[in-house]
């Protein structure tokens, strides 16, 4: 949000927790910056209020993505725009499907990993297989994550702390397919978006075909792919 606020725009941001009370702390300083805790689901605007809305790794925390895709359209002026980024459900497979010639470029932006070039042909053959095992693994390890209390789950992801550094090792990046960690290079930010992947009662995965029909079933237009799993952007007829 601060950097659409220090552009100049108005920005109001929406969460159901209590985040909105940090951020609301942290962004004090920029006046055109407002935040409402409620339900996105049932956004308190009036119907075509916002030029442009946008969700970062929100909805696929939803019960039903779509409907709650729908529900934030209704927030767009006619001729405003709307953009969102959902997790992948075949990240790699889809990754040198839709950006062949951008392959590190993007996965840099998603997991912050290079495939080297005399390993890109293999993995690329076999990326299908690698999504299933990253998204089998992940599934299993939330199984009993999701069921911890937040205070043990919150202290086991600080071993996402040490294994930042053997993870950037490429003779480890299979790890990678069997225990996900966050890849950013602060230690508390890796810590807590670990903590967000492996908490949240809901998490759904998306294709970029799939999230394209929600848009051009709401009547969009000028419908984008951007070079990010999974990430569309789309007009609203004027």
Request: aromatic residues 12%; charged residues 20%.
């Amino acid at each position: 949000m601060d950097l659409i606020a220090r552009a100049g725009a108005e920005v109001v941001g929406v969460d159901l927790s209590q985040a909105v009370e940090v951020a609301r702390e942290n962004l004090k300083s920029l006046p055109n910056c407002h935040f409402l805790q409620a339900d996105l689901c049932q956004p308190p605007f009036p119907p075509g209020t916002f030029d442009f809305v946008y969700s970062i790794g929100v909805l696929h925390h939803t019960p039903n993505p779509q409907e709650s895709f729908r529900r934030l359209l209704e927030a767009v002026k006619p001729g405003g725009e709307i953009a969102l980024w959902v997790y992948p459900r075949y990240r790699l497979t889809e990754t040198f499907r839709y950006f062949p010639d951008q392959v590190n470029e993007v996965l840099a932006q998603d997991v912050n990993f290079r495939i080297g070039p005399g390993s890109a042909g293999i993995v690329r053959r076999i990326a299908r297989i690698l999504d299933w095992t990253m998204e089998t693994s992940s599934a299993a390890q939330r199984a009993i994550t999701t069921r911890l209390p937040s205070p043990w789950l919150y202290g086991l992801c600080h071993a996402a702390i040490p294994l930042y550094y053997l993870y950037r090792i490429p003779l480890f990046y299979p790890l990678r397919l069997v225990t996900k960690i966050a890849m950013d290079p602060d230690p508390e930010w890796r810590v807590l978006d670990t903590f967000d992947w492996y908490s949240p009662k809901y998490q759904s995965k998306h294709t970029y075909r799939e999230v394209c029909a929600w848009f051009r079933d709401a009547g969009l237009e000028e419908i984008t792919i951007l070079p990010r799993p999974v990430a569309i952007r789309g007009r609203r007829p004027a």
